[in-house]
């Protein structure tokens, strides 16, 4: 299907997301962390630049929060992708 | 159907969004972002102020955060359509 | 049934949203920003108001994020209401 | 059951919200515009206060976003409750 | 299970949650509120410094608007819950 | 499967997620909080740090409310995951 998707340059060929399925919650929490940290790369892939704004947010309670927030959307779908694990 | 959505002149008549179904989770979240930045254009559509505006966003954590956020609902979305791509 | 939703005057009484269903992911896109935008109007009723605020919030990079944001909430009610256009 | 909901000493006694079930889309965006508003007098019941505060975030390009987000989310449960009017 | 839960030395050891079940969409939107005042005393148990805090958010709009956005997915997890108060 | 969550040095070995699933609302809302915790000790490692943070967020309004809706996002998780703790 011609999707946006097909024809936007994806920034990376690389294959970083083979599958929403994990063994576990806990891989599904840090596949949750990692899905939300390569979002925040399409608006800024210059990891040097993210690495700089690291002591700022991490040292910012609402900052702090908002991470968690974010993290907790993108763990609803993963968790629902692997039907919370629940067997 | 006469819904709202027909009778607002759409802004681009090009057909960008075909479908929600992708063939591979990294299709479905590059689809996620292409959404999340036409909504954005369905507010300013002119792409010059939107790149102008890229140096400041980039590089404001806060701004980083939301974005991610908002990818995160967006794929949420488009992993449903998908059934997870759990086949 | 006597919901608040029938007793409060409704601000227009002109049919508006006669269905969620839409024939296209696209339509189903612009319904969503036309519903994002008609829950704007119950707060601030006044268009040329609004118009005043645009060229704000339209150069505010934190505010276009928030606008996709809210469009995917939106968005995400509708591609279910529709089962995601998947046959 | 004996769960926070009847300890809590309801503030209003009045039976405003007896289904969520409308009989139609636009009386669902009415009703979540309904509940949302009922949820900021549980912040704040003063209605002249709430009265005070319009002008302010009336003219308030982020507060309008922030509206239309908030409605877009009662509205979500309450267009799962109506299995979005399919029929 | 040995989850976090158990581990966490619960706050408060009271039974304040024996269910999300409610008899009907007003109570349940009671829980709700509740719901989002508890998880508010996690991070601040002291009572008397929440209402110092009330006069500030209870007069500015920016934070009303954000307490129906809390409180609306809390009450979108209680009306699932309760299969929407359907029958 | 090769996943981000895999190749990623998952900053913790210990498990302490191993499931969702609770006995009771009460263990899921603390299971949530104790999630959300942990999604911000993903960017804050340091809890000497996040214990400095405390005295800033837990007296403000803003931040306490945001506390809130993102324990909310958790949740909905973890009840959907416990099948709302229904039988």
């Known amino acids: 299907a011609d999707s946006p998707a097909t024809d936007m340059n994806a920034p990376e060929a690389e294959v970083w997301l083979p599958t929403l399925l994990t063994d576990t919650p806990q891989q599904g929490f840090e596949l949750a962390v990692g899905m939300a940290r390569r979002a925040v790369k399409t608006a800024q892939p210059d ?25 907790a ?9 692997n039907d919370y694990w629940r067997e």
């Open 47 to 71: 990891v040097e630049v993210l690495k700089s704004l690291r002591p700022g947010y991490a040292t910012d309670a609402g900052s702090l929060i908002d991470v968690s927030g974010v993290a």
């Open 73 to 81: 959307t993108w763990f609803a779908t993963i968790a629902a992708a």
